[in-house]
């Protein structure tokens, strides 16, 4: 009786007045895309800049995959839990700012690292601040936009990840090759500060409501527990997470290992990686990014489904331009498939996260938003990675002149297990449509 007593509370309440919202929402949505970019850039530079640290280090695919999946996860995922239940009952603005210097020193620290070790524990602090950057995030755009429009924001505001990509490949790579791999993590970082220290004076806290338009007190603040047994027993937000997560193992597994694939076995140059391949994230990621947008808000109003049945769509279409491009022989019909599959295999982060930010209650988004980065980003971030370094060492102990490869072939049947997930979610939400 109690979880389904949480499970109700966690359904919106009907508004009977307008909720104040901010009155310069382009401004509020491009910082938080600008610290995004930031927060991904930091991200990714582990993966953009694979082949110079393994060099200088000494290290193998597996310590790769775990930098950057296990260890990175393991603070990453579930320190944003507390974090986004402080947040919640705090000010969110005061927590993205904070976790957004925590995570800029953390880089730093990782172009000072001189040993693996170092570069593990960089890492882990950078997960930890990381930790706090997106649900704040999702929660702000959700006070600032109002139902109808959130879809076209989420999409813009998810343009970080892509822009953040192509940032960090041009950069990261031009840096590295004209000086050192080091330098990028320390020039990127000292940016991140700078970030930080602005965050406050341009984003205004938005005032604490409770979905009635009214100043929420104290009192108002929803229950820990009471709100994670509501997300994991309500079967919309846990398909979606589930269903995120299964695809997350093949986006996180192929992204940390793209650069590497693309130098090692498709021939490729980081001087060619940070033009190229820095044109195909933005195309490719960002098309798909600013198209499950538009479609969310055009195509939702008539029916919910078409939050799970786009991407299981775009997820099957996605998949055999996957296998092509593992195979491609040369590195230009590479990039060329691999632009087609970033555009599909990305339409399910907007859909996932404007779902769940929708059917969580006001005073629980940022949670239910860190809920949701929790169960997507251990399955993909913290075990992808971690599974394409593994079975890549696997393959190459075994004699295999082309292990990274075969690792990402591996990738494969995780395709079919999100395509099942969310074709469940749209059933699950044409039985809730059907009963209204």
Same mark, same amino acid.
């Given at each position: ?12 309440r009907p508004a009977t007045a307008p909720a104040r919202r901010s009155r310069r929402p382009g401004i509020v949505l491009a910082m938080l895309t600008f610290v995004y ?39 990453y995922c579930f320190i944003a839990i507390p974090v986004s239940w402080l947040a919640d009952r705090t000010s969110k603005v005061g927590i993205l700012t904070l976790a ?36 704040? *995030?999702? %929660?702000?755009?959700?006070? &600032?936009?109002?139902? =109808?429009?959130?879809? /076209?924001? #989420?999409? +813009?505001?998810?343009? @970080? ?82 269903? *995120?997560? %299964?695809?997350?193992?093949? &986006?996180?597994?192929? =992204?940390?290992?793209? /650069?590497? #694939?693309? +130098?090692?076995?498709? @021939? ?97 988004? /940022? ?70």
């Open positions: 009786m109690a979880i389904l007593n949480s499970v109700a509370a966690i359904k919106p970019v930031l927060n991904f850039l930091d991200r990714q530079l582990l993966g953009i800049l694979a082949k110079p640290i393994q060099d200088s280090l000494h290290l193998t695919d597996g310590q790769l995959g775990l930098i950057g999946g296990l260890y990175f996860a393991m603070f957004c210097a925590i995570w800029s020193a953390a880089t730093i620290a990782c172009g000072l690292s001189r040993t693996y070790p170092q570069l593990v524990a960089g890492r882990m602090l950078v997960g930890f601040g990381e930790a706090g950057g997106v649900p704040p *995030s999702y %929660a702000l755009i959700t006070d &600032t936009f109002a139902p =109808g429009k959130r879809g /076209v924001a #989420f999409g +813009i505001y998810n343009l @970080g990840p892509p822009i953040g990509a192509a940032l960090g490949i041009a950069l990261g790579a031009s840096i590295a090759a004209a000086y050192d791999w080091r330098d990028a993590f320390i020039t990127i970082g000292i940016v991140g500060i700078f970030a930080a220290a602005a965050l406050p004076f341009v984003i205004r806290e938005p005032a604490r409501e409770d979905g009635t338009g009214a100043d929420r007190t104290p009192r108002d603040n929803a229950p820990f527990w009471g709100t994670v047994k509501a997300f994991f027993a309500n079967p919309v937000m846990t398909l979606a997470a589930f269903g *995120s997560g %299964a695809t997350q193992f093949v &986006t996180y597994g192929l =992204g940390n290992f793209a /650069v590497l #694939f693309l +130098i090692r076995e498709k @021939g490729m140059t980081l001087p060619q990686i940070a033009i190229w391949y820095a044109v195909a994230i933005v195309i490719g990621m960002g098309g798909g990014m600013i198209a499950s947008g538009r479609i969310i808000d055009r195509f939702t109003r008539g029916s919910r489904r078409v939050f799970a049945i786009a991407p299981a769509v775009s997820l099957a279409v996605s998949m055999p331009f996957y296998l092509t491009f593992v195979w491609a022989p040369t590195w230009p019909l590479a990039l060329i498939l691999l632009t087609v599959v970033m555009f599909f295999n990305y339409f399910y982060l907007s859909c996932s996260v404007t779902l769940v930010q929708e059917e969580a209650a006001p005073n629980q988004r /940022v949670l239910a938003g860190a809920l949701l980065l929790l169960v997507m980003n251990f399955i993909g971030l913290g075990l992808g990675p971690t599974w394409v370094g593994a079975a890549s060492d696997w393959f190459a102990a075994r004699g295999a002149t082309n292990p990274l490869q075969l690792s990402l072939y591996t990738l494969t049947p995780f395709y079919a297990v999100a395509i099942a997930l969310f074709l469940w979610l749209a059933r699950t939400l044409s039985r809730q449509e059907s009963r209204i």
